[in-house]
């Protein structure tokens, strides 16, 4: 509906919807690129298509220990050379999430396709990190570009990054919904449906397309004969959740120390990504399972095949390898390492109260318990998590235990006082605080004293005097009660005519705006923005009207702003 209540046209909606299919469509092919190049390359360099973790399994102790050493090594080279264009010709940061947070204008093309490249000599390597982050970076690079030249600009432009990623995501995992969920509830912090319509109008216009090139497929299918509830299973599913976001955390907390350690070493990113990737090369050569991603043996474990490495081992080597990795300073995402961490952690949960209690649980329904704690936690994002968890499996069986264990997973790290991957998810935080704070906030809470005012016996000379001291707009009028009487307007006061004497109460306005102390900022935001004055008074009730302070505007305006930032 328009402000005079008609109907708006219909066309500039769709218009909208079929550009966000484009840019949808956009983000799938630009993520299905990447993978392809991915996989020709491994062909190229190691005779097979297979994933970096069975290219490791199969390789000699040389290939194991130079491979993540030379990739860290090429990483960090590329990685400078977009350091050095971005700090040449001062643009902003490139991640996207930025950009559809608003805290830059568009994506710098050349930068980010050069952080894309050195992801993709990490991941090609065997570093452990996640594909998804430079695969969905590309999708929203390319949308990006596009979107500039198509003069879109401000919230469009943003929107039509975050179709593009929503796509790329989709794309990356098969996971349509997740991906929509995703990008809303991380990159804007949550769930309106203007901008939902658009986030899944993209993602399924980039199913459409996987699905037209026949590569749609869950990505860990399974066949769960069920969920029952008991006392048994609750404590499992509670248990599994809390040590899974402990994992993640642990993986988390295990990257921010090495940052540290690697910011020490000399040489660069090129040095310390080569040594990341040496750490990561000696620790494949003892559980080769740890290289890659984490997708083959996450898969593995959900088929019920056995690892060559011990679960609780295996777990231990991955948060390493992936802390040497992101730790040395390789670009890439989190999101399979930490679903591998979750559900290595339920597997050896319930592994661990079978050999206790005697429980007879099913490994793999923990396994995406785990997997999905473990990604809430990391990513402070539950209903995504929950989402993904349930499309990954195509499982409907899993709703209750995952959902369960989202919740406890997510205020884990509240409870920690733990960040998670993304920064703008802390800024959301602190956004809806503010606003939860502007919400509760009282005139009386944000009034400042009253210095000046006149009695009801002032003279127009007395009038003019304080209007002279204090230089502002109106001079209030106050009765020997300290009640508010009215305003006087100081225009009015010195356009009094030399030797007049006028009552003050007849340039007085008696219906001068006030409000309340008890008041809410909210309830009273039109009248103070309307208000012709710059503060206004706050009166401790309606039937007193006696003054206990002032209301400036600025101050209204200022904590408004401040839940915009």
């Known amino acids: 509906m328009n402000k005079d209540g008609s109907r708006q046209p219909a066309w500039p909606y769709f218009r909208w919807l079929l550009l966000a299919a484009g840019f949808g469509a956009l983000g799938a092919l630009a993520a299905e690129a990447f993978r392809h190049a991915l996989d020709w390359t491994t062909a190229r360099l190691f005779g097979t298509h297979h994933d970096i973790a069975l290219v490791m399994v199969q390789a000699g102790w040389t290939v194991q220990l130079l491979a993540p050493t030379l990739g860290g090594l090429a990483a960090g080279l590329i990685l400078v050379a977009a350091n050095r264009y971005q700090q040449s010709r001062k643009l902003p940061a490139v991640d996207y999430l930025e950009t559809i947070d608003g805290r830059m204008g568009a994506i710098p093309v050349v ?33 990006s570009a596009l979107a500039v030249r198509g003069r879109l600009h401000g919230e469009r ?27 809303a509830e991380i990159a804007f912090g949550g769930l309106e449906f203007r901008r939902l319509a658009l986030l899944f109008t993209g993602a399924v216009a980039s199913t459409a397309l996987i699905m ?73 050569m003892a559980a080769p399972e740890v290289a890659g991603n984490g997708f083959v043996p996450l898969a593995q474990l959900l088929r019920g095949d056995t690892l060559s490495t011990a679960l609780l081992v295996l777990l231990a080597l991955k948060v390493a390898a992936t802390a040497a990795t992101v730790g040395s300073g390789a670009v890439g995402g989190l999101f399979t390492p930490a679903l591998l961490v979750g559900a290595l952690a339920g597997m050896v949960c319930t592994g661990g109260l079978a050999a206790l209690f005697g429980l007879q649980l099913d ?24 989402l993904m968890a349930l499309e990954l499996t195509q499982e409907p069986v899993l709703v209750f235990p995952v959902m369960l264990a989202t919740v406890i997973a997510y205020g884990t790290p509240h409870l920690l006082h733990q960040a998670g991957v993304y920064p703008v998810v802390d800024r959301h935080r602190q956004r809806y605080a503010r606003r939860d704070q502007l919400y509760e906030a009282r005139a009386g809470d944000a009034m400042r004293p009253l210095d000046a005012w006149l009695p009801g016996t002032a003279t127009l000379a007395q009038a003019r005097e304080l209007a002279l001291r204090t230089r502002r707009r109106f001079v209030f009028v106050l009765d020997q009660d300290h009640a508010f009487r009215g305003a006087i307007r100081v225009h009015d006061l010195m356009a009094v005519p030399e030797g007049a004497e006028p009552a003050l109460q007849d340039l007085m306005d008696p219906a001068f705006p006030t409000v309340l102390a008890r008041d809410r900022l909210v309830d009273i935001w039109q009248t103070v923005v309307d208000s012709p004055a710059e503060r206004l008074p706050v009166l401790a009730d309606a039937q007193s009207r006696r003054v206990v302070g002032v209301l400036p505007k600025s101050e209204v305006l200022q904590a408004a702003g401040r839940t915009l930032i």
């Open 111 to 143: 930068p980010s396709l050069l952080r894309c490249l050195s992801s993709f000599c990490s991941i090609l390597s065997g570093g452990s990190v996640g594909k998804e982050g430079a695969m969905v970076q590309l999708s929203s690079t390319v949308a």
């Open 157 to 183: 432009l943003q929107m039509m990054i975050a179709v593009a990623a929503t796509g790329g995501l989709a794309a990356v995992y098969h996971t349509p919904l997740a991906a929509a969920i995703f990008v």
């Open 363 to 386: 490994p793999a329904l923990y396994a995406v318990v785990g997997m999905a704690s473990a990604l809430a936690a990391t990513t402070q994002a539950p209903l995504m998590s929950t």
């Open 212 to 284: 037209a090139m026949g590569l749609f497929k869950p990505m860990y299918p399974l066949a769960l004969q069920g969920y029952y509830l008991d006392a048994a299973t609750l404590g499992a599913t509670l248990l599994v959740a809390l040590a899974a976001a402990l994992a993640g955390l642990a993986m988390l907390q295990a990257i921010g120390h090495a940052r540290g350690l690697f910011g020490r070493v000399p040489g660069g990113p090129p040095v310390r990504m080569g040594l990341g990737g040496l750490l990561v090369g000696l620790l494949i």
